[in-house]
């Protein structure tokens, strides 16, 4: 059985997951596609921005809160593996943010997501 102090370093030393998450309107399958390092403190942020009402994008804000939180599902849609040696992955988290929004095509008013066009 592992120590609490080799516990506690495994915790430490454990990158969490990262890459594109999506938060899906159930009914309408509307989504919303955001990139992170972070996706478990990503979608922990979204879910506090949409429960206080102050995330930024107005319609799907507007959704969460007429149908609340069981209306809507988070995906983790697309994961970015860690190369040894790299620290900064901005760029290929947006490259593939960006491939999520072309293969979906999540725009207003089927997503949301302002209209490209």
Request: proline share 4%; with cysteine; hydrophobic share 35%.
């Amino acid at each position: 059985m592992k120590s609490r102090r080799d516990l506690v370093r495994e915790y430490h030393e454990t990158k969490p997951a990262m890459g594109v998450l999506r938060i899906r309107h159930r009914n309408s399958g509307r989504a919303l596609y955001v990139g992170g390092v972070n996706l478990p403190a990503l979608e922990n942020r979204l879910r506090f921005q949409l429960d206080l009402g102050t995330h930024g994008n107005a319609r799907l804000q507007a959704d969460w809160k007429t149908e609340g939180e069981a209306a809507f599902v988070f995906e983790v849609v697309s994961l970015l593996a860690r190369r040894e040696g790299v620290d900064d992955y901005r760029d290929e988290i947006e490259a593939l943010e960006s491939l999520c929004l072309e293969q979906d095509e999540p725009w207003e008013p089927r997503g949301y997501h302002p209209s490209n066009r």
